[in-house]
């Protein structure tokens, strides 16, 4: 198996443009997760799906941040506009039971998004 | 949620065992402790999760405390590729994986 695979691996966007980000997660894993790390905050989680379906998106910072999963191999964070104070790295992880604490968490390498 | 305590960070010798260790006071009856750790410019890898007694794997140990209190996360014989950061977490049924800030691992050659 590939893994979680994300791309892009870097962006660098100007501030205004829309941003798409996206992730293929395992093949059978029925949850998805996004998240996001900052020095500041550290890793923080913005959003997870069961079955392609969103749960909880409690973690997601405001309105310009979206996030689908038309199907369960494909999966995209989308933010328009964006800021600079977005700028980040991006972690997409699966998992075959998020919420059953003997399972783990696989993760992608994450996107750097950088917004000038 | 039940939190864990861990130095900010560790210095090891190359090729010597690593001792990383976790508090965990106010853990409950059914929280697993799990270890992940984070490569430069890598996303979190899972290392190891145990509930009650010590495991073992290819990548770890992970010994666990009579009183589940605390845990030590233990490599066996560091190379400079365990330079990482490592996070202890509680996790219970239901519950996200959350990260806290971790222990920064640095190997001297």
């Known amino acids: 198996d590939a893994g979680v695979i994300q791309s892009p691996r870097h962006e660098v966007t100007e501030m205004g443009q829309e941003v798409t980000l996206r992730c293929k997660p395992i093949?059978?894993?029925?949850?998805l997760f996004w998240y996001r790390q900052t020095m500041m905050r550290g890793l923080e989680l913005l959003i997870y799906?069961?079955?392609?379906?969103?749960?909880?998106d409690s973690g997601m910072p405001e309105d310009r941040f979206s996030a689908k999963m038309p199907n369960a191999s494909f999966s995209t964070l989308k933010i328009q506009p964006s800021e600079p104070r977005d700028s980040a790295v991006y972690f997409c992880?699966?998992?075959?039971?998020?919420?059953?604490?003997?399972?783990?968490?696989?993760f992608g390498s994450g996107t750097r998004l950088t917004v000038v | 949620d039940a939190k864990t305590t861990q130095p900010n960070s560790m210095e090891s010798n190359e090729e010597e065992p690593v001792h990383l260790p976790c508090n965990h006071s106010t853990i409950s009856g059914t929280d697993y402790i799990h270890w992940y750790r984070q490569l430069p410019s890598q996303g979190p890898e899972y290392v190891i999760h145990?509930?009650?007694s010590n495991v073992n794997n290819r990548m770890a140990s992970l010994a666990i405390a009579e009183d589940r209190k605390s845990s030590t996360l233990i490599l066996h014989r560091a190379t400079l590729r365990d330079a990482a950061v490592y996070y202890c977490?509680?996790?219970?049924?239901?519950?996200?994986?959350?990260f806290g800030t971790g222990t920064r691992l640095t190997i001297i050659p």
């Open positions: 799906f069961n079955n392609n379906v969103p749960i909880d």
């Open positions: 992880a699966s998992s075959l039971d998020g919420l059953v604490a003997n399972y783990g968490y696989t």
């Open positions: 977490i509680l996790r219970k049924g239901n519950e996200k994986l959350t």
């Open positions: 145990g509930l009650t």
């Open positions: 093949s059978g894993h029925d949850y």
